[in-house]
């Protein structure tokens, strides 16, 4: 059961660039001279750099300026401060045609034992590959799923899993199981997370905002509402979802860069697709953030999270989002991007 909850009680062309290899990113930070050439935002400068290779490297620090809604990782930041270690993000959502390559691969019978078992997807708001694109983001996956697809991705690429069967045994989970988890190892839910691997993993809730507000506390845009901009009147040039007052009609997901990037070069960090963060809501509900093409601008502000239920297809006092296709977590409007380590 999809959940929408603000972090306060309030109310509520196509640019397309040829993927490239993400795992030849560098594990040396940038050079303070590089420039992002992929910054069309109107503040001149950022700290953070893109990487050829589809990354942007995110740098570190600690927030001592209050921002955000209650319950959000920033907000009362500057009683608590909160630090955040450097990392690298994904520039655009994991498409369709990048999830079906690490699929295709991780699935195969030639694997034997270390065969992976996980959802296919979807491209965007289709499950039938008639329709979309292969550059849509890839769609229909639960939280599970995400997690399973980063192991299988850092194996293709030889790099170390993140997500391990337990801290004493090197054997990433390779299972995502689509009914509800018992206790016990292997599960992702029981996962021990290797922080010092060097592989994908997907972003904590803190790492998420911190990327959307353009990863840099002292620029101006840390503090709009939406990521990239603070005009509702601009939503549409940094956002696919509906903007009620600018009558706007979203009928599907879009292609990945298909709008303007926010201040740190990120693509669709309001909009297109939700995306899953590792962190729990409660015991059993995971995260997503960002809102959705199906959804209003005040569900794609960049302090806006979901959460689902990722062991029950329902709860007597849920708020159902619309989406005739959920199932554990599975949506049309709920994918991914991968973040990894920096320095690992």
Do not use: H
Request: net charge negative.
């Amino acid at each position: 059961m999809f959940i929408a909850v603000s972090c306060s009680n309030g109310s509520d062309y196509k640019d397309y660039q040829e993927e490239t290899n993400f795992s030849q990113i560098t594990s040396e930070e940038p050079s303070n001279n590089e420039s992002n050439s992929q910054n069309k935002n109107t503040e001149k400068t950022s700290s953070n750099e893109n990487n050829s290779n589809g990354f942007v490297y995110i740098k570190g620090g600690t927030v001592s300026k209050n921002v955000g809604k209650e319950g959000c990782p920033f907000y009362n930041a500057s009683e608590t401060p909160v630090t955040i270690e450097s990392f690298y993000i994904a520039e655009i959502e994991t498409t369709y045609k990048k999830w079906l390559e690490v699929y295709e691969w991780a699935t195969s019978d030639e694997r034997g034992e270390e065969k992976y078992t996980l959802n296919e997807g979807w491209q965007g708001n289709y499950g039938d590959k008639s329709n979309g694109t292969p550059l849509m983001p890839v769609t229909f996956l639960s939280w599970r799923d995400a997690i399973v697809w980063c192991n299988a991705a850092s194996e293709m690429d030889k790099l170390e899993p993140v997500y391990l069967i337990s801290e004493t045994d090197n054997i990433p989970v390779r299972q995502a199981e689509t009914s509800t988890v018992a206790s016990g190892l292997g599960k992702a839910e029981k996962a021990y997370v290797n922080k010092s691997a060097n592989g994908y993993r997907l972003p904590t809730k803190a790492e998420w905002e911190y990327a959307a507000r353009g990863g840099n506390p002292n620029i101006e845009s840390w503090n709009y509402d939406y990521s990239g901009t603070n005009n509702i009147e601009e939503l549409i040039d940094y956002a696919v979802c509906i903007v009620s007052n600018l009558k706007n009609i979203v009928t599907n997901t879009a292609e990945v860069k298909s709008k303007k990037p926010n201040y740190a070069g990120l693509y669709d960090m309001s909009g297109n697709v939700w995306e899953w963060c590792y962190d729990k809501y409660s015991t059993t509900e995971r995260i997503f953030r960002g809102g959705g093409w199906i959804y209003s601008a005040n569900f794609c502000t960049v302090y806006y999270r979901g959460y689902v239920d990722n062991l029950k297809n329902s709860s007597a006092d849920a708020v159902t989002i619309i989406d005739l296709y959920q199932v554990y977590g599975k949506s049309s409007d709920v994918g991914f991007r991968v973040v990894r380590n920096a320095n690992k």
